[in-house]
């Protein structure tokens, strides 16, 4: 059996590479049911499992634990392993919480490479947690910004983002206005353990794309469910977010949309992705994302695949 520490992960995980590799990926049949899940504790604090495979090939589980109220540490850790489907036996044990930081980020950055309006300058990254460097060097991989802003609701978080990013060279700048980082952006990705929206309707500006990674459960939110019928809206996974998607769920639930203007799932975006997606120039442009688990081990297969290349 073979193990895979968050520097392996990450060496085998360049994010053009990956986000290629989920375009494909999601093409093929990848069995990946409801994730299970579990609160240990009784409160904030939960357990997800995310089962995925192939036939006859390859099975995947991933152990999430999400503690929202770690300070010290990150509040999402995972762990990975992957089963035979010809035999049963373990094939391999990975780093989850680096496997998800990248699936998530490569997933948004393809989706933006599809929605986002191709003049597109700015980037704002909204949330200072773990995934916000992962976000923003996924994007910087898919689209040449002239701008990165990050914002988060305390100050020195946001500049220590933007000192990570440096240190990776890519230039950034820490926002304290909220609403003045919208009005600059073209491209707007947020990442937060949000319960309550921060991000307010009237703030998003006509051709701006937004994708919401956080809100994972049915009652989390980053933006107002009033966006969504200003927008066009885009899921990771129509099942998944129909049945814990945020501020999507939220806005069907109080009839501002319906389940049927979910316009595509990201591997409907990914097989066309010349398509014009897009209705005009100034159209919203949403992809939602709570995570699902065939993008787990599509990412996994590709781990493998990378020590095997690098063995000869």
């Not at 947020?190 to 051709?207: D, K, Y």
């Not at 409907?268 to 005009?280: C, G, K, N, T, V």
């Given at each position: ?121 700015t ?9 916000s ?23 020195q ?64 939110a ?38 049927g ?24 442009t949403v ?9 787990d ?16």
């Amino acid at each position: 059996m073979q193990f895979f520490d968050q520097a392996a992960v990450a060496q085998a995980l360049p994010y053009p590479a990956l986000i290629d590799a989920l375009a494909t990926g999601l093409q093929q049949a990848i069995a990946s049911p409801p994730r299970s899940v579990y609160t240990p504790n009784g409160d904030n604090s939960m357990v997800l499992i995310m089962p995925a495979w192939k036939a006859q090939e390859t099975m995947g589980v991933k152990l999430v634990s999400i503690w929202p109220g770690n300070t010290a540490s990150s509040a999402v850790s995972a762990v990975y392993v992957m089963l035979s489907c010809e035999d049963g036996h373990p094939v391999a044990v990975l780093d989850g919480t680096e496997l998800t930081l990248r699936r998530t980020a490569a997933a948004a950055a393809l989706a933006a490479r599809i929605l986002a309006r191709q003049n597109s300058q700015t980037l704002a990254i909204l949330g200072t947690g773990s995934l916000s460097v992962p976000l923003a060097v996924a994007h910087a991989s898919v689209m040449d910004f002239k701008n990165i802003l990050v914002w988060g609701r305390h100050p020195q978080k946001a500049q220590d983002v933007v000192t990570s990013l440096a240190r990776q060279g890519i230039q950034a700048k820490a926002s304290s206005d909220l609403q003045a980082t919208l009005a600059q952006a073209d491209v707007v990705c947020a990442a937060s353990t949000a319960t309550a929206p921060f991000i307010r309707s009237a703030w998003v500006m006509p051709g701006t794309h937004l994708g919401l990674m956080g809100a994972f459960t049915p009652n989390m939110a980053e933006a107002e469910p009033a966006l969504m019928p200003r927008a066009q809206v885009f899921a990771d996974s129509r099942d998944a977010i129909l049945q814990k998607g945020g501020e999507v769920l939220q806005a069907i639930q109080q009839g501002l949309m319906t389940a049927g203007d979910i316009q595509a799932e990201l591997a409907e975006l990914a097989a066309a992705p010349q398509r014009a997606w897009r209705q005009s120039e100034d159209a919203i442009t949403v992809f939602k994302s709570v995570g699902f688990a065939a993008l787990d081990l599509i990412a996994a297969e590709r781990v493998l695949a990378a020590r095997q290349t690098a063995a000869g």
